[in-house]
């Protein structure tokens, strides 16, 4: 694939951009449906699919995938991750209409004081995002 610059814009081959949206509208419908078996949540919600109960797992096989996350390799030295995880997936089994705050995710799983702030400490908001790489290295 030959790339040219010329002043003021990018030349593509004829039919990149399509073939490259295509891919990646592929590959977000796919992780939509691994996280959504997961969590049992809507994560990454695609409009035309939103209303479909088809895709609303079993709390069971919710549990039992939880279960292989957290034994696999790539959770075994994270005791703070494995928690968390534990808690969003029972709190969306519980309650998947309602997503849990980030004081109570704060306070019940990272054992933050009463009077933890969540706009002065980005500790939750930190661990998510550790969560969410994690989750992404073992699919």
Known sequence: MRLAFLPGQWKYPRGMFRRMKRGMIQALK???TLFNQILGTKVLAVPAMENSGANTPDPEECREQLRKILESRTFRGSEALRNLLAFLVGWSLKSPETPPKEYVIATEVLGRPEDFDPHADPAVRVQ?????????DYY
Request: positive net charge; aromatic residues 0%.
């Open 30 to 32: 796919e992780r939509k």
């Open 128 to 136: 998510v995002g550790r969560l969410r790489s994690k989750l992404t």
